[in-house]
């Protein structure tokens, strides 16, 4: 039984009746560019978040460095931030021109460790960039009272964590804005490319959506910006998919326990960390080999047996070629568990859409492999 990391197909055939109704309003319309259908999702997904303003650009790293520019966010400026991440949290900041610094992350959660934050605060720092990673909130609590004390801006990267919540916070309930992603694999994904922002500050709502659209507010009126918008088109497939969303991440929790309690007699690997009181919604399912030279080995294995297995992330973005970029970039602080994590994790097929079938096969293979451990 092959077992494949993504369900993209299988959700659109599971609503292919929802999405294709959705399109077909666009194309019949006239309007796929700043049209109605994309001022309909916005009004869905900032009710969604019960926060006032919701966004659409480009991509997800757009909607990170259009937030630090709206914020007056620039050159001498820091944002501490995490290398245990996808790349885009950093390259949105030297977008910006800002300067990115990297501390460490949990050892549990693998989310920005808000013990090592305060540390790296120096007069130039202007905003921390938290980043929901898995699909696990990072401790908001701890994050916005460090930003209370001196001063600084919180802007969460939602990018993987839409659902999730935390032990009793709302995502973008302690921060200034929250940047999410639409790319196709992101737990609300469109056929393509797409972002938002979503925040309860007037301000960030309205450089936004200036800065997305060639800086114009007013019809052939402009002051510099640039072209990041969310289309027409994408807007509807994320409108019948953001129904969907919680019965989603619903599923994903599922297969996430059926996986843990498959799982936890394992050897070589410890299981996925969910903080108390936090909803995890697994973008990913991250485990964590105890033998940085077991990777590959299950890796391989796993594959070669027609399960997709992957890592998140496998080299950590301070060790990435170039660091560090034009000097835009440095570590506040040794970096131990994010340069573990880079050597260790695995990732196992997670999707809505996955069978129970599929789940135990990859449970029994994972097991066969770790036995002779
Ligand atoms: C996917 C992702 C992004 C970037 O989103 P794009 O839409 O691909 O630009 C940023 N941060 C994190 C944590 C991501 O996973």
């Known amino acids: 039984m092959n077992v494949s990391f993504y369900g993209h197909v299988r959700q659109y055939h599971n609503m292919k009746a929802e999405i294709d109704a959705n399109i077909a309003e666009v ?5 796929y560019v700043m049209g109605p259908v994309l001022k309909r999702f916005e009004k869905e997904l900032a009710a969604y978040h019960g926060m006032k303003h919701a966004i659409g650009v480009g ?14 966010i620039g050159p001498g400026d820091e944002c501490i931030t995490t290398p245990n991440t996808f790349f885009a949290t950093a390259e949105a900041i030297w977008v910006a021109n800002a300067t990115a610094v990297f501390v460490d992350s949990d050892p549990k959660t693998a989310c920005i460790d808000p013990a090592c934050i305060e540390a790296a605060i120096t007069p130039r720092t202007k905003a921390i960039v938290p980043v929901h990673l898995y699909g696990q909130c990072a401790d908001m609590k701890a994050i916005r009272k460090i930003a209370d004390k001196h001063g600084l801006f919180v802007i969460e990267d939602n990018a993987q ?3 999730a919540s935390g032990d009793g916070f709302k995502i973008g309930e302690l921060s200034d804005a929250v940047c999410t992603s639409f790319i196709i694999q992101k737990n609300l994904g469109t056929f393509g490319d797409g972002g938002a922002v979503v925040t309860n500050n007037d301000q960030i709502d309205k450089e936004v959506r200036r800065l997305r659209n060639h800086g114009s507010e007013k019809r052939s009126c402009h002051s510099m910006g640039f072209n990041s ?3 027409d088109l994408h807007a509807g497939v994320l409108s019948a998919k ?7 991440s619903d599923l994903r ?3 996430a326990a059926r996986y843990s309690a498959g799982l936890k007699d394992a050897r070589s690997f410890t299981l ?5 009181g936090y909803r995890h919604v697994y973008h990913l ?13 299950l890796l391989g294995f796993l594959n070669g047996c027609g399960i997709d297995a992957k890592c998140h992330y496998p080299i950590a973005i301070h060790q990435q070629e170039g660091y560090p970029w034009g000097k835009q970039a440095r570590i506040a602080g040794p970096i131990p568990n994010s340069e573990r994590n880079a050597a260790t994790c695995v990732s196992l097929p997670m999707f809505p859409e996955l069978t129970a079938e599929e789940v135990d096969h990859v449970i029994a293979k994972v097991v066969e492999w770790d036995r002779t451990k």
């Open 242 to 248: 953001l129904k969907h969303i919680d019965e989603w």
């Open 161 to 163: 964590g839409i659902a």
């Open 285 to 297: 399912y991250v485990i964590d080999m105890k033998k940085p030279e077991h990777r590959d080995e």
């Open 59 to 72: 991509n997800g790293t757009d909607a990170l460095w259009l937030t630090f520019m709206a914020l007056g």
């Open 272 to 276: 996925p960390h969910e903080a108390a």
């Open 229 to 231: 918008r969310l289309d």
């Open 27 to 31: 194309l019949e319309s006239g309007n």
């Open 253 to 255: 929790r599922k297969w």
